[in-house]
Nanobody
Framework: VQVVESGGGLVQSGGSLRLSCVVSGSTFRTDDIAWYRQAPGKEREWVAA????????HYTDSVKGRFTISRDNAKNTAFLQMNSLKPEDTAIYYCEEWYGDWPRGHPVRYESFYWGQGTQVTVTS
């Protein structure tokens, strides 16, 4: 299985980036997907998640209204559209394929399957 994130880069505050996560060799179409990020000196932080059908999404409060997670199961690809970026969004962003449940629309992770190597996002003020 290979998980490859891309789309990161250097952007000014207020700008946008679209991250992609391509998964090959897994049961992508029946697994949930999440995006995490890790800033220098900080722990990895969960950012957003999407159910395997794509009908349920959930976001951490700090990105609500600015980030949008989506997926294209035909292409085994997940996306994270990031708008109105802030310097505090600077981090390495990781994609995770996982299995869980969504009681009342909130993700509960039972098992983590695969992670990518991450893509760097840097937002300058």
């Amino acid at each position: 299985v290979q998980v490859v994130e891309s789309g990161g880069g250097l952007v000014q505050s207020g700008g946008s980036l679209r991250l992609s996560c391509v998964v090959s060799g897994s049961t992508f179409r029946t697994d949930d997907i999440a995006w995490y990020r890790q800033a220098p000196g900080k722990e990895r932080e969960w950012v957003a998640a999407i159910s395997w059908r794509g009908e349920i999404t959930h976001y951490t409060d700090s990105v609500k209204g600015r980030f949008t997670i989506s997926r294209d199961n035909a292409k085994n690809t997940a996306f994270l559209q990031m708008n109105s970026l802030k310097p505090e969004d600077t981090a390495i962003y990781y994609c995770e394929e996982w299995y869980g449940d969504w009681p009342r629309g909130h993700p509960v992770r039972y098992e983590s399957f695969y992670w990518g190597q991450g893509t760097q996002v840097t937002v300058t003020s």
